[in-house]
């Protein structure tokens, strides 16, 4: 097998694989190391070169050279003309950001002279995922609310997805004077949640002023993905009119109902219909109207609130919400007790996305 051949072997490799001798010059480094420590690579050259260090001065002659853990197990393993194993921790840059990363990394020597060595760096690709889904986590957070007011409504919101990225996407924004507030939840968990809610943000029709109309298109454009059955959306969308005092909306599926909270006490505002789905492609959904008065708290909750689970295998429950809202002063108010109730309740362990959002009437 010629050189080429036996590079791009190495290249299909999804372990980081790279040659260096005994003067710590760097021959070869393959497609999967590269990718792991940085878009700036060299193939070869210095150790400074391959992982894009920053340091100024020479490669081994820096002063946070004695800090580099790649630096210390070639050293030793030239010394010791013998296999080393370790882990280590270590620096590297990628898209303008330094991390911090875990990296397992066997080096062996080639022959025994002690001219040339391999390493392997065992968990690269899985470090390289695991920055992927940083990313990932960050761009979602990006989809969030920004804001405390919102077309002049004030308004609070919590988000805790139970992994890296969730199924829940809260939003809020201004259309026309009003103040729009849509809560969605998705079905699964994970990766493949996340990349439905980022559909929702991107197919929930923001200029459409008729919450009944966006959610149809919405559910038209869900069967146009091609999803199986086990695959759904649920949503709960608001549309506060401040001048006119009154609340429109319509759900999808929401088993999670949206409280209000006014001089009567607790009202659970139902609208039954089923979710975003190719259950029941073509069907139309429908908004209704609700009159508000000065001092109402308005409510969206995830059934990853109403189903948060204790230790006893108890769910936290409609009930629950309502108490915590009836003792509520205001929509942060509500939000930062909520929250506290879910940690005591559960212990802090979520299975779920937890999700609400909150408006001053």
Same mark, same amino acid.
């Given at each position: 097998?010629t050189?080429g051949?036996?590079?791009?072997v190495?290249?299909?490799l ?5 040659v260096f001798?005994?003067?710590?010059r760097?021959k ?10 940085s ?8 150790l400074?070169a ?12 820096g ?8 630096l210390?197990?070639?050293r030793?393993a ?5 296999e ?7 620096s ?7 991390d911090k ?19 392997l ?6 470090t390289?995922?695991?920055r ?34 969730g199924?829940?996407?809260?939003d ?8 729009y ?8 968990k &994970? =990766?493949?949640?996340? #990349? ?6 991107? +197919? ?5 002023p008729? *919450? @009944? ?20 959306i ?10 006119a ?5 319509t759900?999808?599926?929401?088993n999670?109902p949206?409280l ?9 505002i ?7 789905s190719?259950w029941?492609p073509?069907?139309?959904?429908s908004e ?8 109402d ?6 059934d &990853? =609130?109403?189903?948060? #689970?204790?230790a006893?295998?108890?769910?936290? +429950?409609?009930?629950r919400?309502?108490?915590? *809202? @009836?003792q509520s002063r205001?929509a ?12 005591v ?11 609400a959002?909150a408006?001053?009437?």
């Amino acid at each position: 097998m010629t050189n080429g051949a036996l590079k791009k072997v190495f290249d299909r490799l999804p372990e980081g694989v790279f040659v260096f001798d005994d003067k710590l010059r760097v021959k070869f480094t393959n497609a999967a190391f590269r990718r792991s420590f940085s878009e700036n690579v060299k193939k070869r050259g210095t150790l400074k070169a391959v992982l894009a260090c920053t340091e100024t001065d020479a490669c081994g002659m820096g002063a946070k050279c004695g800090y580099c853990a790649f630096l210390r197990a070639m050293r030793a393993a030239i010394a010791d003309n013998c296999e080393q194993t370790e882990t280590l921790q270590t620096s590297v840059r990628r898209g303008g950001q330094t991390d911090k990363l875990s990296v397992r990394i066997r080096i062996l020597p080639v022959d025994e002279s002690g001219k040339l060595f391999v390493g392997l760096t065992d968990g690269t690709y899985q470090t390289e995922m695991e920055r992927e889904m940083l990313s990932a986590k960050q761009m979602q957070q990006r989809l969030l609310p920004a804001g405390k007011s919102m077309g002049g409504v004030p308004y609070s919101y919590m988000y805790i997805p139970c992994f890296d990225v969730g199924g829940d996407l809260p939003d809020v924004y201004e259309l026309n004077g009003q103040t729009y507030g849509v809560l969605a939840d998705v079905s699964g968990k &994970g =990766v493949s949640a996340g #990349m439905l809610s980022a559909f929702v943000k991107a +197919g929930f029709d923001r200029k459409q002023p008729d *919450l @009944a109309k966006a959610l149809t298109q919405l559910n038209t454009k869900f069967n146009e993905l091609g999803q199986d059955e086990r695959s759904y959306i649920t949503v709960a969308a608001v549309r506060i009119d401040k001048a006119a005092q009154t609340l429109k909306y319509t759900s999808a599926g929401h088993n999670a109902p949206i409280l209000l909270k006014n001089s009567l006490g607790i009202n659970e505002i139902e609208s039954p219909a089923p979710p975003v789905s190719n259950w029941m492609p073509d069907y139309v959904y429908s908004e209704r109207e609700l009159p508000f008065d000065k001092g109402d708290i308005l409510a969206l909750v995830t059934d &990853g =609130v109403t189903e948060c #689970m204790n230790a006893k295998g108890e769910l936290f +429950g409609i009930e629950r919400t309502e108490s915590v *809202l @009836a003792q509520s002063r205001g929509a942060e108010d509500f939000i930062g007790k909520l929250k506290s109730a879910l940690q005591v309740f559960s212990g802090g362990r979520f299975s779920d996305d937890i999700t609400a959002i909150a408006f001053d009437l």
